[in-house]
């Protein structure tokens, strides 16, 4: 009863969920570099992004279940960074980065079919197409991360293997294949590497192409609105 009712209290907070998400999203991306170079800032930003994550989940799904397996995800996520740091235990590290990437996917499934449920297409539902394009680059920082874990030195940067990625670092090469830009300053170089960016730059281009079919089956040559 106590998680339903918190759940139901914090749908109505987020009556315009998907602006105030889009919002906050950017903001945390621009922040993450002003943050990371600390324990203290990177734990901050880790506690935000969950936060944020964990709301979205909740506002857009009106499910108890997923409400549940969010709060799971988020504990899993936050607490595992705190092991890794009192510990000093790298694998709970990579623990916190798999349960985060996880919370993630959970987020842009429910916002997705938010976004694409077949009603009338909202201002509230474009930002939430906005938001979904957002995490889905962020979920493949993530992922980077794990291959990296997995595959060390299979992304270089400046022509030299990447040891340590920041989440910084991570985020730009994550958007650059998510928007099929390609800078070039950091490359994959292994076959695994490789597959993870080809994965990302195909989900970008069918989420674009995905979304000009839903604006043009909503908004139909003479229909007037």
């Excluded at 279940?65 to 995800?73: D, G, H, M, Q, R």
């Excluded at 996520?77 to 092991?83: A, D, R, S, V």
């Excluded at 959970?106 to 906005?130: H, I, M, P, Q, S």
Aim: include cysteine; hydrophobic fraction near 55%.
């Amino acid at each position: 009863m106590a998680l339903e009712s918190a759940r139901v209290k914090l749908v109505s907070v987020f009556a315009q969920r998907c602006v105030y998400l889009f919002v906050a999203l950017l903001t945390l991306i621009v922040i993450v570099p002003f943050f990371e170079a600390s324990v203290q800032g990177r734990v901050l930003l880790n506690f935000v992004n969950i936060f944020i994550l964990a709301m979205a989940a909740v506002a857009v799904s009106n499910s108890r279940v997923c409400f549940t397996l969010a709060v799971v995800l988020a504990s899993a996520t936050i607490g595992c960074q705190f092991g890794s740091i009192v510990w000093t235990e790298y694998h709970l590290l990579q623990m916190s980065r798999a349960s985060g990437a996880a919370l993630y996917f959970l987020t842009v499934c429910y916002l997705l079919v938010y976004v694409f449920r077949n009603e009338v297409l909202t201002v509230d539902k474009l930002y939430g197409a906005a938001s979904a394009f957002l995490m889905l680059g962020m979920l493949w920082a993530y992922i980077f991360t794990i291959v990296l874990h997995f595959y060390p030195g299979s992304i270089t940067a400046g022509g030299k293997p990447i040891a340590d990625p920041s989440l910084s670092e991570m985020i730009y090469f994550s958007f650059t294949s998510l928007t099929t830009t390609g800078f070039g300053d950091i490359l994959p170089v292994r076959p695994v590497a490789r597959m993870v960016c080809v994965l990302e730059q195909i989900v970008g281009v069918l989420f674009i192409a995905i979304l000009i079919a839903r604006l043009a089956t909503t908004y139909r040559p003479g229909e007037q609105h």
